[in-house]
């Protein structure tokens, strides 16, 4: 049981480059959401889905899209990387969006220079 | 809307002494609370969780929380810490209803430093 699996681990970027992270969960959950952790700061939500073909935005999403095609894959797209973007990104996924325990990837370090 | 404020960015403490990392959340509905722990570079991992039912959450590694209602509070304590707690922990709260029951907001973190 992999649980929640990110790629890549570690990114460095140029301004204006776009880039994908993966994000695949093993365990049929249907909440899935990406959190960006920056010093000081905390996690703060950038996108979360409920299920396959239902997305929503966070507190942070300006700068990034998300598609949910499948249960398990929850895609986070960079369009046009910029130095603001320069953070630890976690995936997350829960059974439902409830009472239930939300399980965290190990995250993804992106540089943007 | 909801936020939490974890009131000390750093806290040191001596092997074996106790510790509370304390923690406020505002709400203006009922909440599900949670502590997390994130060791150097390493993903997040759950210490406990408040739900509903007993105040008082048992988690792992011998830390405990205690919800209290009227302060808004959900503070996290261990009796005897040992030098592998060191660690940043986060505390969040969900809201409790609705499909965005599975959103945490997080606070900014407490790093635990324990010292020999």
């Known amino acids: 049981n992999a649980g929640v699996t990110q790629t890549p681990k570690f990114q460095v970027l140029k301004t204006g480059q776009s880039m994908t992270l993966q994000c695949a969960q093993d365990m049929n959950h249907e909440y899935m959401s990406w959190y960006r952790q920056d010093p000081g700061m905390g996690l703060r939500l950038i996108h979360y889905s409920v299920g396959a073909g239902i997305t929503d935005q966070g507190e942070v999403p300006n700068g990034y899209n998300v598609s949910r095609s499948t249960t398990e894959d929850f895609p986070l797209r960079l369009l046009s990387a910029a130095p603001s973007q320069t953070s630890v990104y976690f995936c997350?996924?829960?059974?439902?969006?409830?009472?239930?325990?939300?399980?965290f990837g190990e995250g993804s370090w992106l540089t943007v220079v | 809307a909801q936020s939490v404020t974890q009131l000390d960015s750093q806290v040191p403490v001596f092997e074996e002494a106790p510790v509370e990392l304390r923690c406020n959340y505002s709400?203006?509905?009922?909440?599900?609370l949670f502590w997390y722990v994130q060791y150097p570079n390493q993903g997040l991992q759950l210490l406990l969780k408040y739900l509903s039912g007993s105040t008082l959450v048992k988690g792992i590694n011998g830390f405990e929380a205690e919800f209290n209602k009227s302060q808004t509070s959900f503070h996290l304590r261990k009796p005897s810490v040992h030098i592998s707690d060191t660690a940043e922990y986060f505390c969040a709260v969900s809201e409790n209803y609705g499909g965005s029951q599975g959103n945490l907001i997080f606070g900014k973190g407490t790093k635990l430093s324990v010292k020999p």
């Open positions: 997350a996924s829960s059974y439902s969006a409830s009472r239930n325990t939300i399980y």
């Open positions: 709400s203006s509905v009922s909440v599900y």
